[in-house]
């Protein structure tokens, strides 16, 4: 069932990273995401608009072989990330690991949103990207 899990997230992640990611996770990785009374919302428009939001997940090449624990929390919060315009891209992440990482040790990440809002938004012809407590290992994506 790990192993299920594992290949269908790095599926997921593929589509979602250009390049070829791999995710490999050796030593104890902990995801969670708990939105009460709150909501995620993940839109995209217009020919090259491109929208991707990771709460509390990798993306991009991962290697895990410490303890890995993130964690997004959020109690009547909004989580909003859109593009929009020929060739717009935004990019939203929340107590999560982008790019090339590699974590060896103990990495502990958490979001805490109360009544808060948190936007990722790309108008024509930008890219956005956003990171809240994480890593962000992919200089060509600022």
């Not at 974590?103 to 890219?127: E, F, H, R």
């Amino acid at each position: 069932m790990k192993k299920l899990v594992l290949i269908a997230f790095a599926a997921l992640a593929t589509s979602a990273f250009a390049g070829d990611p791999v995710i490999n996770i050796i030593g104890t990785s902990t995801q969670s995401t708990s939105m009460i009374l709150g909501a995620t919302l993940n839109t995209s428009s217009g020919i090259g608009a491109r929208a991707v939001q990771n709460l509390a997940s990798n993306s991009g090449t991962i290697e895990i072989s410490g303890n890995s624990n993130q964690s997004v929390a959020g109690r009547g919060a909004i989580v909003a990330n859109s593009a929009s315009g020929a060739f717009a891209r935004a990019t939203q992440n929340l107590a999560s690991n982008y790019g090339e990482v590699n974590i060896v040790g103990d990495s502990n990440q958490s979001v805490g949103l109360t009544l808060a809002l948190v936007s990722n938004q790309a108008g024509a012809g930008t890219v956005a990207v956003q990171n809240v407590s994480s890593n962000n290992a992919c200089v060509t994506c600022q």
